[in-house]
């Protein structure tokens, strides 16, 4: 883990069928101080949210092959009702996100995602843990 540069410390387990900005993504949390762990789609999304229940936020985006980024919300939070959610899209949205849950927008800059991190962390109703 790199160095904590928010003094979050918090757990985030990012979803994205693209490598790439997979990689980008978790690369530029973790610079900010989180925990990243990483899916490449919904199945195994699930079964590390089962596997671990430090996970303080779920990053996904929206449009993936196989199950959509707001059908694995609704089968994670049926495992964890108070899972904070920041979804990824480029696309101009969809109906079914909750209202609860953020939204950026794609392409966007680190502090960007940065800031749409903490906001969903800091609104987050039910966190994992205790900080």
Partial sequence: MAPV???TGAVILLVDDDEGVRDFVADGLRAEGYLVHEASH??????RLQADST????VVDLAMPGMTGTELVRQARL???GLAVLY????AGDPMVDERDRLLAKPFRMAELAAAVAAALADAPDLARAK
């Fill in 88 to 91: 990824m899209t480029g696309h």
């Fill in 5 to 7: 540069a928010s003094g």
């Fill in 79 to 81: 495992q964890r009702p």
């Fill in 55 to 58: 996970i303080d936020l779920m």
């Fill in 42 to 47: 919904g199945a195994q999304a699930l079964r």
